[in-house]
């Protein structure tokens, strides 16, 4: 029997091959990863990681001896450049094929890139991989020491405030670009976006919104500020590039398999088992734009949790289950002192009820919640822990939630 064969370096396929092994698979099983390392999880790299306080161990999910100990052949520095589904073949970047019973596509997210004069200058970094990670790490920890360092991060979602913490935690003097009028607003909405606005200035961010950046001076090949539209120059001695990512779909699309539309996030079309419009192609993670009865629609969510609980679903349906992903959106973000753990999912663009707020804000311990037509459709718990099944049952109850019932949340 030809191998499973799972695509892609991150949490994704590290969960999936666990999820196989211990649902009893004992054929052959293949990860192939165009990156130098075993799979391993991102979120470490703009929080501690980046900070230098947690070891490079940190970010692998599974020990190194796991994947020999289970007879996973992971074959790292390989990229798979070519999937013929009806062939059940893929091409790999030096010529070689391999032939597969099942595959599972979780190749994640490429990082925007800023087209604008001077993007490629020195000290300009984007933040996706470990080694992304060791090379910005590297010049923050420098700045510090020294006690200079000015670092303007392009982008205010959540890539961008992350790394902009981490550098002020560091000493840096750090400023935040962001295109819109709230750092996160696409997310939260102006009420949260603002209320994180308000974390960043009391830590001395300066925060530049509804910007544009036409582009990037330097002076012996190395980055030394950044232009805006209105004539605005911020000197810089680094800058981070945080401005969103695309999946990594190439795959899918010359393989023919079905797409989602951009309206409804992109990516690979699955079903509820996370096959694709081929039965023995599975996706995950990034890419996957999974059907959600709760909402409506499509979703594809680029998340920790996604990836987590993707792959293990995959695992068990490459095996023939059937039970369907029923998982809400689920995130978190650790930013100075505050911590924050999300569920649910809101079209912030489409529009919502209200916010309601229970708790706190000035203490900054407060559980927010985003109503749609009177009913809860996502709550966020900042501060205040072991919330997220009572917010989740909120969700999923489906009835209208009067905003009194909502503040009296927390208490």
């Known amino acids: 029997m030809e191998p499973f064969v799972l695509v892609g370096g991150g949490l994704t396929t590290a969960r999936a091959a666990e999820a196989l092994r211990e649902e009893g698979y ?93 993007a490629d200058l020195a000290g300009v970094h984007y933040l996706r991989t470990i080694e992304d990670a060791d090379r910005i790490s590297s010049a923050l920890l420098e700045a510090s020491l020294e006690g200079v360092g000015r670092l303007v991060v392009i982008g205010d979602g959540w890539i961008g405030l992350e790394v902009a913490a981490s550098a002020r935690t560091l000493g840096l003097d750090v400023t935040v670009v962001g295109r819109g009028d709230h750092p996160l607003g696409r997310v939260l909405g102006p009420e949260m976006s603002d209320f994180y606005a308000g974390v960043h200035a009391e830590h001395d961010v300066r925060l530049v919104r509804g910007a544009t950046v036409v582009g990037l001076d330097g002076a012996d090949g190395r980055v030394t500020g950044v232009r805006l539209a ?41 079903d509820a088992t996370l096959a694709s419009s081929h039965p ?16 409506g629609r499509p979703l594809r969510v680029e998340h920790w949790a996604t990836a987590q609980h993707t792959g293990a679903h995959a695992g068990r349906a490459m095996l023939g289950a059937t039970d ?10 650790d930013q100075y002192d505050v911590g924050m753990e999300y569920t649910g999912w809101v079209d912030v663009a489409a529009g919502y009820d209200d916010v309601v ?43 209208e939630v009067s905003a009194e019932e909502l503040r009296r949340f927390v208490g």
Request: charged fraction near 25%; aromatic fraction near 8%; glycine fraction near 12%.
């Open 280 to 295: 023995d192609v599975f996706a995950g993670g990034d890419v996957a734009s999974i059907p959600s009865e709760r909402y």
């Open 26 to 118: 004992d054929g052959d099983l293949v990860v192939v990863t165009a990156e130098p390392h075993r799979p391993y999880e991102r979120p470490p790299l703009s929080k501690d990681y980046l900070r230098g306080e947690a070891e490079r161990d940190a970010v692998f999910p599974l020990d190194e001896g796991w994947y020999a100990e289970h007879d996973v052949d992971v074959r790292t520095g390989e990229t798979v450049v070519g999937l013929d589904a009806a062939e059940h073949r893929l091409t790999l970047s030096d010529g070689a094929t391999l032939t597969y019973a099942k595959t599972l596509l979780a190749p994640g997210s490429a990082p925007r890139t800023l087209a604008v004069p001077g």
């Open 324 to 333: 369907p992903y029923d998982r809400l959106p689920y995130f978190y973000s």
């Open 230 to 270: 209105d004539g605005t120059r911020l000197p810089a001695d680094g800058v981070v590039i945080g401005i969103g990512a695309t999946p990594n779909i190439g795959l899918a699309e010359s393989a023919g398999l079905e797409l989602r539309d951009t309206a409804h996030g992109g990516g690979i079309a699955v």
């Open 357 to 399: 707020v229970s708790g706190d804000l000035d203490a900054r311990e407060v559980v927010a919640f985003w109503r749609v037509d009177g009913r809860v459709a996502a709550g966020m718990a900042v501060n205040v822990w072991d919330q997220m099944e009572r917010v989740e049952e909120l969700i999923r109850s489906g009835r």
